[in-house]
């Protein structure tokens, strides 16, 4: 069972809390249940399948990506797979809950973008999380530090890959959408955003500002202000070896680049693996 621990007007006050304010980090959980839901609210409608708005303000599900619908504004993004359909997956899972949900924070509480960044859970006690990523509505996002339930989200992910649910059967019909992953060796220029990319690493070395991961068309690159989430030594032993990243995937000077953040997002280092 779920743990009610606040009123419900704490919400009003965390959510417009400073940006990048933390919470006390906690040890990563083995599975997705809670006993510490900081308080219980109503949502009020999914904007994606990974975000929403609850009391008119703008909220993301920590660990998730889900994929994104079509933008014309400045720049013309095009829509990804199944961005409706995972919009309307969050929509039915809050209405068939009476919207009530019950949310818990993290060690990172808002985003760049002034989101608040949750974990989300129903009065059943499901995770909604898990049920996404079970239901392969998404896959995974390792991001801002927030690990709690990092390696039952990645199991989830796994779940949904393994029985090719959605996501994962439309890429095995549709293999040219290369959406949620994509061979290095298969990138084109409109693969830009975010997504799974797998490819054999070929150097591994450090500059004065990055650890750079080269895979034949696709550079990975860790800034120096995150070395201290990875372990150098693992990483050069990558050298040879086929592994997957996650991350935001840009075009720049026609090669393909992605930052990462957080160890988790190279499969080698993601919280199934043994250390």
Request: proline residues 4%; glycine residues 6%; hydrophobic residues 35%.
């Amino acid at each position: 069972m779920l743990k009610i621990t606040r009123p419900l007007f704490l919400l009003t006050l965390l959510l417009s809390a400073s940006a990048f304010s933390t919470l006390s980090t906690s040890a990563p959980k083995q599975n997705c249940s809670s006993d510490d839901v900081q308080l219980w609210t109503k949502a009020t409608y999914a904007t994606s399948g990974s975000d929403l708005v609850i009391q008119g303000k703008r909220v993301r599900l920590i660990g998730l990506y889900s994929p994104q619908r079509e933008k014309k504004q400045k720049f013309n993004t095009p829509g990804q797979p199944l961005a409706k359909e995972a919009q309307l997956f969050l929509n039915k899972l809050l209405a068939n809950n009476d919207l009530e949900v019950g949310v818990e924070y993290d060690t990172t509480k808002i985003d760049e973008g002034g989101r608040q960044l949750v974990h989300l859970y129903l009065k059943d006690g499901t995770s909604v999380q898990q049920k996404i990523l079970e239901s392969g509505f998404a896959i995974n996002r390792p991001a801002h530090s927030n690990h709690k339930y990092a390696k039952c989200y990645f199991k989830a992910e796994q779940t949904a890959r393994e029985g090719k649910y959605q996501l994962w059967d439309y890429l095995e019909k549709h293999p040219d959408s290369h959406f949620p992953l994509v061979k290095s060796s298969e990138l084109t220029s409109q693969d830009t955003g975010y997504r799974i990319i797998q490819g054999k690493v070929l150097k591994v070395m450090k500059s004065s500002t990055n650890i750079i991961i080269n895979m034949d068309t696709t550079g990975i690159r860790i800034p120096k202000k995150h070395w201290d989430k990875f372990d150098y030594n693992k990483i050069k032993q990558l050298k040879g070896k086929t592994i997957e990243v996650r991350g935001l995937a840009y075009l720049y000077k026609s090669v393909m680049f992605v930052i990462i953040k957080e160890s988790a997002a190279i499969d080698a280092f993601n919280p199934l693996n043994p250390p």
